[in-house]
């Protein structure tokens, strides 16, 4: 079974700090996505990582793909409350074909 | 809008009932995927559809069935339900191809989920 495991769990934090979500397995994945999801709505895709060692970029957030394609790492630089959300890491491929292996997910809340 | 779309937004049920919930997924994808996110179990992988056949099962109970029809539109039939299934299920859809005759993991798109609370 693919695990995925997400650090921190919580995370609150003041507007204008910096931030690292972690994401990390024993497992290899083809390919990694990171989601951000509001209560009660869909996960909402931000970024999907696929090459190890890769580095994206999306504004003031940067993802990694870890050497190995075993972990990942999301950096969010001066955060804003606009960023408060549930943060979801998900691995696909290796043993588990089509499916997505999530994260437990990170709670950031951005204090003004 | 992730192009994906599900329905019903809410669904209030009693214990024993049975529903359904439908979702269409993005123009030209071939993939679609059923999850459940309850509060303490996150978010779970139930079942995948590809081009109308089953792809992938993952932890989905003898009391969930879903299909894909020729449309692609998929829906996922809950029965007999329990207190415990109260959650919000989502629909991805992805366009996954073959390649030897598995499937070729690509992003996934998410709708905006049907939330079932059963009383």
């Known amino acids: 079974t693919q695990l995925l495991e997400q650090s921190p769990q919580f995370l609150s934090i003041q507007e204008g700090e910096n931030l690292t979500v972690y994401c990390n397995s024993s497992?290899?994945?083809?390919?990694l996505q990171w989601y951000r999801q509001e209560p009660g709505e869909g996960p909402v895709l931000l970024v999907t990582?696929?090459?190890?060692?890769e580095v994206k970029k999306l504004k003031r957030l940067t993802f990694q793909f870890g050497d190995a394609r075993k972990d990942s790492s999301l950096h969010i630089t001066a955060a804003q409350t606009g960023d408060t959300g549930l943060y979801l890491c998900?691995?696909?491929?290796?043993?588990?074909?089509?499916?997505?292996?999530f994260g437990q997910g990170t709670i950031l809340t951005v204090h003004p | 809008d992730s192009g994906v779309t599900q329905t019903p937004k809410h669904l209030i049920t009693a214990t024993g009932q049975r529903v359904t919930l439908r979702c269409s997924p993005r123009?030209?994808?071939?993939?679609v995927y059923w999850y459940q996110q309850s509060l303490d179990q996150g978010l779970q992988f139930l079942i995948q559809?590809?081009?109308?056949?089953?792809?992938a099962k993952g932890n989905i109970l003898e009391r969930f069935s879903a299909q894909q029809f020729p449309d692609l539109h998929s829906e996922l039939n809950l029965s007999s339900l329990e207190l415990g299934d109260s959650a919000l299920y989502f629909c991805?859809?992805?366009?996954?191809?073959?390649?030897?005759?598995?499937?070729?993991?690509?992003?996934?798109?998410f709708g905006p989920g049907t939330r079932l609370t059963v009383l």
């Open positions: 991805a859809s992805s366009g996954t191809g073959t390649s030897g005759g598995r499937a070729v993991r690509d992003t996934q798109y």
């Open positions: 497992s290899v994945f083809s390919s």
């Open positions: 990582v696929v090459t190890g060692g």
């Open positions: 998900a691995g696909a491929g290796g043993t588990s074909y089509g499916k997505l292996t």
């Open positions: 123009s030209g994808d071939l993939s």
């Open positions: 559809y590809y081009n109308g056949e089953e792809r």
